[in-house]
T-cell receptor, first 113, second 114 residues
Framework: AQSVAQPEDQVNVAEGNPLTVKCTYS??????LFWYVQYPNRGLQFLLK??????LVKGSYGFEAEFNKSQTSFHLKKPSALVSDSALYFC???????????FGGGTRLMVKP | KAGVTQTPRYLIKTRGQQVTLSCSPISGHRSVSWYQQTPGQGLQFLFEYFSETQRNKGNFPGRFSGRQFSNSRSEMNVSTLELGDSALYLC?????????????FGEGSRLTVL
């Protein structure tokens, strides 16, 4: 079975400061990991994914994520937050090619000016 | 390239009625997945279709059903609506089934059950 946990319901950060949104996962095999962002009344937009290779993955809008196998984590990061980054962020995992994508509960990011 | 299109965007139904939601995937995408999003339960997987066959199914009652047509368009149906079915229903498409590919989501159909 596969599962994802996002331990923080909300993360608050000041504009210009670095941000981290946490994600931990549980899978039986090798994980395929994804981050998505959702703006109000919109669908989810893909940010980045880890499949294999370099543990640091770079994605859209300046976001990056670090895969840590020993800690089973895939935290989302950005060096300098923007007010426009305020949104709902979802981490997702798939452990077998034929499995569906399982999402975490989401973390609301609030960036204040 | 057009994105994933979901219709209708908003709808209001009463308990006991049924509803059909439609999803047109990105051209060339053969896999369509459906998710239910609610404030309390987050994103819950409903089902996934690939080449007109249901490949995966989530833990929802039989009132929730779906299908995929030969042009990859998909519909989902909810019969005997309950208040708890009020949610944003999201459709997502991808080139193939599962694998390493990401999902591309539509903007959703917001269902309100009164």
């Amino acid at each position: 079975a596969q599962s994802v946990a996002q331990p923080e319901d909300q993360v608050n950060v000041a504009e210009g400061n670095p941000l981290t949104v946490k994600c931990t996962y549980s899978v039986s095999g090798n994980p395929y990991l994804f981050w998505y962002v959702q703006y109000p009344n919109r669908g989810l937009q893909f940010l980045l994914k880890y499949i294999t290779g370099d543990n640091l993955v770079k994605g859209s809008y300046g976001f990056e994520a670090e895969f840590n196998k020993s800690q089973t984590s895939f935290h989302l990061k950005k060096p300098s937050a923007l007010v426009s980054d305020s949104a709902l962020y979802f981490c997702a995992v798939r452990d077998e090619p034929g499995n569906m994508l399982t999402f975490g509960g989401g973390t609301r990011l609030m960036v204040k000016p | 390239k057009a994105g994933v299109t979901q219709t209708p965007r908003y709808l209001i139904k009463t308990r006991g009625q049924q509803v059909t939601l439609s999803c047109s995937p990105i051209s060339g995408h053969r896999s369509v997945s459906w998710y239910q999003q609610t404030p309390g339960q987050g994103l819950q997987f409903l089902f996934e279709y690939f080449s007109e066959t249901q490949r995966n199914k989530g833990n929802f009652p039989g009132r929730f059903s779906g299908r995929q047509f030969s042009n990859s368009r998909s519909e989902m149906n909810v019969s005997t609506l309950e208040l708890g079915d009020s949610a944003l229903y999201l459709c997502a498409s991808s080139l193939g089934q599962g694998g390493t590919g990401e999902l591309f989501f539509g903007e959703g159909s917001r269902l309100t059950v009164l």
